[in-house]
């Protein structure tokens, strides 16, 4: 044999440097910073997560993929890169896959990585372990869906996965790792190369000229403008160039929910406590980061009043536009964009709009705010919604860097109006579908992703969803304060059994259930409040030591009503009751 001939044996014969699935996917995660991953471990992926724990990324381990999704999903709107969530094979993917529909209905992003069984078994339905044709249920239900079959691929996969998450409108995306992918070996330095850095994962889209001077010249004709902010432009992240929009043109806003605090609830141009008036008398609408959904009673009907109404619509998806009414200036592109071509576009001499418009509606904004100050006046006990919420209305005026997590019904609509916000993402709630059970998991997440304390102010029957998650809370040592309005029941405890039957009615629950000893059981603070006195220092307590806390807040069972405020959505019977 040649001199070279056995150098080239000698080489073949050196052990080579290999990775696998389980590195690759890790690698292709740190590569793109993605920094925590929320899930449920087992079978493919056990293995993986400790890895992934072990390579520096921070895996955080919850009760049920359901609360692990819904930290996902809002980790992608506090972060603006995915959030993902780690599950086993087809029941955990099924658990999972609620808070991807939800991530995409709310336009976060989030990444769903579920392991799965082996494509040929599948396919001939030969009764694998967990079988389930996951890709085919998931995709539509998501923004996109992939699956990866071979080592070489994980670069492309998670860049792709990435991509589509993040870009455009953002959304839930599903990536399918079948067990096989994980132990399958190659090169490493090969399996490097074929990882992927994506770059501009969401590319600024700049809104056209024309579609610019259109929307200022509808602006310029208006008597009685309005600007509704949606959890889009809170999710944009362009607080300052929205907050000069608003001041510089003097027009009133009107947050949703989730973007109250974007600019201070408190601000002089707020127009939340005159809701009505401002949405049925207003002229001129501006739409940033918000639909026209069910929300808005889809920009018609009653709520909007009989006056000709001229929208102007900033969002990034071009489907949007006149999805329910005529967009008399759609303008298509991102929200940072698009407000600044906004506000460069108006000239140092624009007018605000007339004074008469602005005293009309701070004179319903003042009626309003004073008819809530006397009710949040009461000390009653058994608490009420005002004097309990009075009272942590005060704990977020007084530290406004707390994140405030909210679900309910009652709990959720009165804390919705009676809570100001002061900063921008500091109030996360239910989203577009009105999800009872995003609760833990957000609060978790908030926690993780922020640093901050979170107060999550939950019904009693919204909790039950995730409540399990208290251990998960205590386990990673969070400074998680959950209030639970226990009203003994769904919307109120006074619910009856209309058989007359000896089964409880549907809407009430065990009375005077002790909901603080759940997290007394493990580790945690729990506190048992009757009186507004008594919930204010036990909230503050919890924030003052930043221990995992659970305040069970009794609250008079008759004081809510059904459905909160959308009791009007509930279909009624043309049969009279008997
Ligand atoms: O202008 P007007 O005069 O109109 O007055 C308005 C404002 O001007 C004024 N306002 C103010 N005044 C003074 N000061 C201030 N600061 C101020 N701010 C505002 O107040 C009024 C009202 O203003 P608001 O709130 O801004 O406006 P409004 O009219 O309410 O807005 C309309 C909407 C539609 C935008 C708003 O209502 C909204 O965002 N709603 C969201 C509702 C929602 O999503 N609800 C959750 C779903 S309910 C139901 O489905 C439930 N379920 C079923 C279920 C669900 N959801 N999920 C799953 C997985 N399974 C089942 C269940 C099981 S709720 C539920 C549990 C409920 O029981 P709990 O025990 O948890 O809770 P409790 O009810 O407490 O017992
Ligand atoms: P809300 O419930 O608060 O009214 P929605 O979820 O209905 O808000 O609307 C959010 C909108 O924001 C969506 O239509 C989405 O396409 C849009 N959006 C999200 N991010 C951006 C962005 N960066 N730029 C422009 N539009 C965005
Ligand atoms: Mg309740």
């Avoid at 696998?20 to 690698?27: R, S, Y």
């Avoid at 259109?214 to 208006?222: E, I, Q």
């Avoid at 000239?347 to 009626?367: F, G, H, M, R």
């Avoid at 924030?543 to 807040?553: C, D, R, V």
């Amino acid at each position: 044999m040649t001199t070279t001939g056995n150098a080239q044996k000698a080489k073949a014969e050196e052990p080579q440097d290999l990775t696998d699935g389980f590195h690759l996917i890790i690698d292709a995660l740190k590569l793109n910073d993605i920094k925590t991953i929320y899930g449920v471990p087992g079978i493919p992926i056990t293995d993986f997560g400790r890895m992934a724990q072990g390579a520096g990324i921070r895996v955080l381990s919850f009760r049920h993929e359901q609360n692990a999704g819904n930290a996902a999903a809002i980790a992608g709107y506090l972060t603006k890169k995915p959030g993902i969530c780690l599950t086993v094979s087809a029941p955990g993917f099924l658990n999972g896959l609620t808070a991807l529909a939800h991530a995409t209905t709310n336009c976060w992003p989030m990444i769903l990585m579920s392991g799965s069984s082996e494509r040929e078994v599948v396919d001939l339905q030969q009764g694998d372990y967990e079988e389930m044709d996951q890709l085919a249920i998931a995709k539509p239900l998501c923004k996109a869906a992939y699956r990866i079959l071979h080592a070489e691929d994980i670069g492309i996969g998670v860049a792709r996965a990435i991509r589509a998450a993040v870009s455009g409108r953002p959304g839930g995306v599903y990536l399918d790792l079948p067990a096989k992918l994980f132990g399958q070996a190659m090169d490493a330095a090969a399996g490097a190369r074929s990882l992927v850095k994506v770059i501009d994962p969401a590319p600024a889209q700049i809104p056209a000229p024309d579609a610019v001077d259109r929307a200022l010249a509808v602006l310029k004709g208006a008597k009685k403008p309005l600007i509704i902010l949606g959890k889009g432009a809170s999710y944009a992240q362009a607080d300052d160039q929205i907050r000069a929009l608003v001041e510089k043109s003097g027009i009133p806003f009107l947050p949703m929910s989730m973007a109250k605090g974007l600019l201070p609830d408190i601000h002089p141009l707020s127009a939340s406590a005159s809701r009505s008036l401002v949405l049925r008398e207003s002229d001129v609408v501006v739409m940033i980061g918000a639909r026209l959904n069910w929300l808005l009673s889809h920009g018609k009907g009653k709520q909007w009043g009989s006056a000709p109404k001229k929208f102007v619509q900033i969002d990034i998806e071009p489907k949007e536009m006149d999805s329910n009414v005529e967009i008399a200036a759609p303008l298509v592109g991102d929200i940072g964009s698009c407000v600044s071509a906004l506000l460069k576009g108006m000239s140092d001499q624009w007018a605000p709009p007339p004074a008469a418009w602005i005293n009309e509606v701070n004179k319903i904004k003042e009626t309003n705010l004073a008819k809530m100050s006397a009710k949040l006046m009461n000390n009653s006990v058994p608490m009420n919604y005002h004097s309990a919420l009075g009272v942590l209305r005060k704990v977020i005026d007084e530290r406004p860097d707390t994140i405030l997590v909210n679900e309910g019904a009652n709990t959720l609509d009165f804390a919705r109006s009676i809570i100001n916000m002061h900063k921008p993402r500091k109030r996360l709630d239910v989203g577009t579908w009105g999800v009872m059970g995003v609760g833990m998991g957000t609060a978790i997440a908030a926690s993780i992703e922020t640093g901050q304390r979170v107060l999550a102010v939950e019904g009693d029957s919204a909790f039950g969803f995730s409540g399990m998650e208290v251990e998960t809370i205590c386990r990673y040592d969070l400074p998680i304060c959950v209030v639970v309005f226990n009203n003994n029941g769904i919307y109120r405890g006074t619910d009856e059994n209309p058989s007359g039957g000896s089964d409880p009615a549907i809407c009430s629950f065990v009375e005077n259930a002790r909901y603080d000893k759940m997290m007394q059981a493990f580790g945690g603070v729990g506190v048992n409040a009757t009186t507004p006195d008594e919930l204010f220092r036990a909230v503050n307590e919890a924030m003052e030591s930043g221990k995992p806390t659970l305040i069970n807040a009794v609250i008079d069972p008759a004081a809510g009503t059904e459905s909160g405020r959308i009791g009007n959505l509930n279909p009624q019977s043309v049969v009279s009751k008997k």
